[in-house]
């Protein structure tokens, strides 16, 4: 965001690299999300160092974020991880070798310690198969960005559905 | 200790671009193998440039790294006007170097704070660093922060960069879009002062060694995009004469090439160097900065690179403020760069040190051979070297203690493991 004062209700935040096959999954779907939801989105196509994400969410309220994971469950596995202490020690497990600065989980953590996260942060997980050079998702995967952005757009119906005091949210 | 063999291994070293491995043995006190192994693999850069027009060099050579994707444009660039025989200067050139001074700040204050700060204060991460000085890690994460925002500002993304062009840029920002930026930077100097008190405070381990120092050098300015290839053993080269005194050297344990000086041996490039052959270059207030860490002209220790990389994010954000002081955009954004068949050299001062780029192309420009020799590369021997007198003169250490003190002196080079391959594991054998 290019405003450090502005606040947004929710910001959609996609992260992966297009050219390694199914890494591209979280900025397929956060791209489609943001869309069908009309909200703000950053795509972080090859983040060379999670840090950076302490900026882009800057000023949010709520973060979607979507990433390729690798845990070895089966392509197309969509992991919803809610909050940072979850989003810490699953994504830890989950991301696997990085050539990054600071991984995601790391992002997460410092952004706990220095209090700048998100009011709320959901990370939603596509499991990916093939992480070769080269376009294109596997065709498990590419299903499984449909299913990502419902999980998405559920979790922004939620967050802008009208507080009903008692009402479950 | 009494310890007759020790074998120290880090399998997989953190805090490090890229990945490798460092493997030590030792028999009766005495070190009798160092190997910093890389074990990225090999990305083949240079044999994909095979066949690519020479105008695409700047966006192929970015996607090498993505903390100085900009080193790899800036020195595409010069070998390509070199090879067809133009020169861009005037404000074209400050441009180059202004978006030059954005990937200093933001990858130096990635490495002083987040990467190298934790091993002097004795925290395994910067998450741990934060909680007992959140104040420094905000500091550090608004410096990068800058940097990143004036590579964005210039070069119109802060990862591989889309508006560099060979002979200028694609776009050239207004007088009034680099005035808005005055203010962020004076923060980010400010910012970047507090920064080298802070680092002059740490405590340095006792070492020094006699060094070749290897850096591009100008007597009128600090060496960023440009200059002679000089040494403190008394080279002085332009950069068309790089293979006549550099060799590149397979070794069995690395995916990266090491770099050794036809006529010496193993030499050190990155901040120690460019600070040893350029100190009298240097802003009035970045050599303030540095004679406030007690800092002199000359600088052998390689543990202090962190203070120097703090005296250099000084000058970065005072060279970037005084270039755009003197801006005057340009009536067009690049310089005509008609290709003929011919061999050129380009050599520009990535973070990590100068970074060497050769190239023959055609008469159409089509590229038919490409050379690049990135700074941990050159490096890498260095490296090994330091970890030797390291491990020998802190042999009474633990291996716990001993493993964190070899990676805290490998990483005094912020070496860049994936710029290297064509690099961090540490296995310490004591026997």
């Given at each position: 965001m290019n405003d450090p004062d502005r606040t947004v209700p929710v910001l959609v935040v996609g992260v992966g690299n297009a050219y390694r096959r199914d890494d591209g999954a979280g900025l397929a779907a956060a791209a489609r999300l943001a869309e069908a939801a009309g909200a703000p989105v950053r795509l972080h196509d090859r983040l060379a160092d999670g840090t950076a994400l302490l900026e882009t969410w800057r000023g949010a309220e709520t973060v979607i974020l979507l990433d390729a994971t690798r845990s070895g469950a089966p392509a197309g596995t969509i992991h919803r991880l809610t909050g940072a202490p979850e989003a810490i020690a699953r994504l830890e497990a989950h991301t696997g070798a990085?050539?990054?600065?600071?991984?995601?989980?790391?992002?997460?953590?410092?952004?706990?310690?220095?209090?700048?996260?998100?009011?709320?942060?959901?990370?939603?997980?596509?499991?990916?198969?093939?992480?070769?050079?080269?376009?294109?998702?596997?065709?498990?995967?590419?299903?499984a960005v449909t299913e990502a952005v419902d999980c998405g757009l559920q979790e922004i119906v939620r967050v802008r559905a009208p507080y009903v005091p008692g009402a479950s949210r | 200790m009494p310890v007759e063999r020790r074998t120290i291994k880090v399998d997989a070293l953190a805090r490090v671009e890229g990945e490798g491995a460092l493997y030590v043995r030792t028999s009766r006190g005495r070190v009798t193998e160092v190997r910093l192994q890389i074990y990225e693999p090999p990305?083949?850069?240079?044999?994909?440039?095979?066949?690519?027009?020479?105008?695409?060099?700047?966006?192929?050579?970015?996607?090498?790294?993505?903390?100085?994707?900009?080193?790899?444009?800036?020195?595409?660039?010069?070998?390509?006007?070199?090879?067809?025989?133009?020169?861009?200067?005037?404000?074209?050139?400050?441009?180059?170097?202004?978006?030059?001074?954005?990937?200093?700040?933001?990858?130096h204050a990635l490495h002083v704070y987040m990467l190298h700060a934790p091993d002097f204060l004795g925290y395994g991460s910067i998450v741990e660093m934060a909680r007992d000085h959140p104040e420094a890690v905000q500091r550090g994460l608004g410096l990068k922060q800058a940097g990143n925002e004036l590579m964005r500002l210039l070069g119109g993304r802060e990862v591989h960069p889309i508006n560099v062009r060979v002979g200028g840029f694609y776009r050239v920002p207004s007088r009034r879009e680099l005035d808005g930026f005055v203010e962020r930077l004076r923060r980010a100097r400010d910012a970047a002062v507090e920064t080298v008190r802070w680092v002059a405070g740490f405590d340095m381990p006792a070492f020094e060694q006699p060094y070749e120092f290897v850096a591009l050098r100008r007597p009128d300015e600090y060496p960023i995009d440009d200059g002679r290839i000089a040494s403190s053993g008394g080279l002085d080269i332009a950069a068309g004469e790089y293979g006549d005194h550099f060799v590149e050297e397979q070794v069995p344990h690395s995916h990266a090439l090491h770099?050794?000086?036809?006529?010496?041996?193993?030499?050190?490039?990155?901040?120690?160097?460019?600070?040893?052959?350029?100190?009298?270059?240097?802003?009035?207030?970045?050599?303030?900065?540095?004679?406030?860490?007690?800092?002199?002209?000359?600088?052998?220790?390689?543990?202090?690179?962190?203070?120097?990389?703090?005296?250099?994010?000084?000058?970065?954000?005072?060279e970037a403020l005084r270039l755009i002081g003197q801006y005057d955009a340009p009536e067009r954004p690049y310089v005509d760069v008609p290709p003929r068949a011919a061999t050129g050299h380009g050599c520009t001062e990535a973070p990590r040190g100068i970074l060497y780029h050769r190239y023959t192309i055609d008469a159409a420009g089509t590229i038919v051979e490409a050379r690049i020799v990135p700074p941990t590369s050159q490096n890498q021997a260095q490296i090994e070297a330091d970890l030797r007198d390291v491990v020998q003169q802190s042999l009474a250490l633990p291996d716990d203690r001993l493993t964190l003190r070899c990676e805290q002196a490998v990483r005094n080079y912020d070496p860049c493991i994936s710029c290297a391959t064509h690099f961090l594991r540490l296995h310490i054998d004591r026997t």
């Open positions: 990085s050539t990054h600065g600071l991984g995601i989980a790391e992002a997460i953590a410092l952004g706990a310690v220095l209090r700048r996260l998100p009011r709320r942060l959901v990370v939603i997980g596509i499991e990916g198969s093939c992480f070769e050079h080269g376009v294109g998702l596997s065709p498990e995967v590419g299903r | 990305r083949f850069f240079e044999a994909f440039l095979r066949g690519r027009a020479f105008t695409e060099t700047p966006d192929i050579t970015a996607r090498i790294c993505g903390i100085c994707p900009v080193a790899y444009q800036m020195s595409a660039c010069r070998a390509m006007e070199d090879a067809c025989g133009v020169a861009v200067g005037g404000q074209l050139r400050a441009l180059r170097r202004l978006l030059y001074c954005g990937e200093w700040i933001q990858s770099s050794r000086l036809r006529a010496g041996g193993a030499y050190l490039v990155g901040p120690l160097a460019r600070y040893n052959l350029n100190f009298e270059a240097l802003s009035p207030l970045a050599k303030e900065a540095a004679r406030g860490a007690g800092l002199g002209p000359v600088c052998r220790n390689p543990f202090q690179s962190i203070v120097v990389r703090g005296v250099e994010l000084v000058y970065a954000c005072d």
